[in-house]
């Protein structure tokens, strides 16, 4: 099976100042320590009256730098929740090494300054969310003083302090994913864990959520999210991570996919003329030379090709009609990722 | 262990299981007394007070059972399925400081039910004359007792089995629990060595839940000592803190699939 790794770190993004919110502090930690850092991490599981091993993750390694949206991208079972769980300490893995903000996983002193939002969060019916948040802050340790002031804020932040005296039985899907938000924020994290974040929200909700984790990706915050919705993944992440059946098999910037463009460039004469002028054999694949028309496309595969073709055909006294980027999105690449997969 | 953590749970516990409807039962309770009162007056000339006492005390604990077992049997299975338990566990939190939350959660509910039973139970013996009397406060607290260590043997096997299963094998053990010292008996009389060895086994392996029943001796004025009822409270400690122990040990080595 192949497997790609073409950036392994991305440079930090501006260190937050620290907050008085939260349980202990995890000590002074050089700035250029990533946030997350997992390194061969590999988990089964056993499943029904025989026992069959079913492969979670197998040899997942990857960092996260602080400051960074990183995204965990694959289709439904690639291995994403497991990750997350081995993170978090609630799923044991068999072989591995995690450090959460400089500390070993295991010690629970590394999830005082982590916020976790799970695929489908879902909380005590009874209390209201004002009364749920309150629970979490204790388990949080905030300081009584501001613990009010500090629930009204992220009360504000996912839009829900006129519904925070309502019971959650009586709240929507989206409503729950908002709260689950707000009690991932409550610690003040350096760190978020979120896990299909903008899953079962209406368009109008993902568009909220979406632009809440963009205000928190400029405040500083490192941000670990899983998704197989690409778009959203695209949007918000600095990079990427692509699981398939339990493995990693590519990690990528995004602003290298963003590079990743082809250019059509149109010349204002027919296919003919063209062929006889100056221009670079390579932009004239799939050219066809009998073709009628005014107009003749040609091809350049990157940004260095197009300036040269464009300098070509001024100096061959062609006409530039228009130029198109065809850009190679995350899309296809997480596309050509499972073909490949499905033909190994 | 912090203790605003395991406080904080227990009263997220109370919280969730006081609001889920659990104080209908209460009213039952209610209703039950009031019932005994007026079916059995007619047929209990001179005995009122007795039956109706021994009634309502085998009410109160027979309800408290039904409460911790029914929902402390799916208390921690529920929040696994439905993944509250992730969020939980994602703060900095132990699990055996989860677990011992929930364990405090459900009995404060358990106790909470109890005393407002208790005070009903108070009210209907003023109705019956010469049957009031504040020695009933012995069997509501050793009743709080049994049921406590009830409470551990759900939550223990509340973390490996399933719901219906830790039910079950929780009324199993209570139903024995009762009737250990029996068996230990019969077992004595047995001729075999191996039918008086499995028998003691049996006696050792469970709790002997009958040191916390003093109905019977308070419903009909016998003494209950001092030193009996100190016993029986050291007796429910050490049992509640094994099981909690055990489940504790079960519990941190569980995957917690997200």
Not at chain 2, 188 to 215: C, D
């Amino acid at each position: 099976m192949s497997r790609q790794v073409l950036v392994e770190n991305i440079p930090p993004a501006p260190a937050r100042a620290a907050s008085s919110v939260g349980a202990p502090e995890a000590g002074a930690r050089p700035a250029a320590e990533p946030a997350l850092r997992v390194v061969d991490l590999t988990k089964s599981f056993r499943s029904g009256f025989a026992r069959r091993e079913i492969r979670g993750i197998e040899g997942v390694s990857f960092t996260v730098a602080r400051g960074e949206v990183f995204a965990l991208l694959g289709h439904n079972g690639a291995g994403k929740t497991t990750t997350i769980g081995c993170l978090l300490d609630l799923v044991r893995p068999e072989r591995g090494q995690v450090t959460l903000l400089g500390r070993d996983h295991r010690d629970r002193a590394s999830r005082a300054r982590v916020g976790y939002l799970p695929e489908r969060p879902y909380f005590f019916d009874y209390l209201t969310g004002r009364e749920l948040l309150e629970f979490y802050a204790d388990l949080l340790d905030v300081d009584r003083r501001e613990r009010t002031g500090r629930i009204d804020e992220v009360l504000r932040q996912v839009d829900m302090l006129p519904d925070a005296g309502r019971r959650l039985n009586k709240y929507s899907k989206g409503m729950l994913q908002r709260l689950g938000l707000a009690q991932a924020l409550l610690g003040d994290p350096e760190l978020l864990i979120l896990d299909e974040p903008m899953s079962g929200l209406d368009p109008l909700g993902r568009r909220e959520v979406r632009s809440l984790l963009q205000d928190l990706k400029k405040q500083g915050r490192t941000i670990l999210l899983s998704s197989h919705i690409v778009p959203d993944v695209e949007q918000l992440a600095d990079a990427v991570g692509i699981l398939r059946d339990g493995r990693l098999v590519l990690q990528q910037r995004l602003g290298a996919t963003a590079d990743a463009c082809s250019y059509r460039v149109r010349a204002g004469a027919p296919a003919a003329v063209v062929r006889a002028a100056a221009v670079p054999a390579w932009a004239l694949a799939g050219v066809d030379a009998t073709a009628a028309g005014d107009a003749t496309d040609l091809a350049a595969a990157d940004p260095r090709q197009l300036r040269e073709l464009l300098d070509a055909c001024h100096g061959a006294g062609l006409p530039v009609v228009s130029v198109e980027a065809q850009r190679t999105g995350l899309e296809d690449l997480f596309l050509a990722t499972h073909h490949r997969g499905g033909e190994a | 262990m912090r203790r605003n953590h395991v406080l904080a749970l227990a009263r997220g516990t109370f919280l969730e299981t006081v609001r889920d409807r659990v104080f209908y039962l209460v009213a039952f309770f209610g209703f039950v007394m009031m019932s005994s009162t007026t079916i059995l007056s007619p047929l209990t000339i001179g005995a009122q007070g007795k039956i109706v006492s021994d009634v309502g005390l085998a009410a109160m604990t027979l309800l408290g059972l039904l409460v911790v077992v029914f929902v402390g049997s799916g208390m921690v299975r529920k929040e696994l399925d439905k993944g509250t338990i992730t969020t939980i566990l994602s703060k900095p939190i132990g699990r055996r400081e989860y677990l011992l939350g929930k364990f405090l959660g459900l009995n404060l509910t358990m106790g909470a039910m109890l005393a407002v039973m208790s005070v009903m139970f108070l009210l209907m013996l003023l109705l019956s004359p010469g049957a009031f009397s504040l020695r009933f406060g012995v069997a509501f607290y050793l009743a709080f007792l049994e049921l406590s260590v009830v409470t551990a043997i759900v939550v223990f096997f509340s973390t490996c089995v399933s719901p219906v299963l830790a039910a079950v094998f929780t009324l199993g053990a209570f139903v024995a629990g009762h009737l250990s010292e029996s068996m230990r008996d019969f077992g004595q009389l047995q001729q075999g060595f191996v039918g008086q060895k499995v028998a003691t086994v049996v006696y050792y392996l469970l709790p002997n839940l009958e040191v916390f029943n003093v109905r019977g001796s308070v419903v009909h004025g016998d003494p209950v000592t001092a030193a009996h009822v100190a016993l029986a409270t050291l007796y429910g400690i050490c049992w509640t803190a094994l099981l909690l122990l055990l489940a504790g040990a079960v519990f941190s080595r569980k995957e917690l699939r997200g």
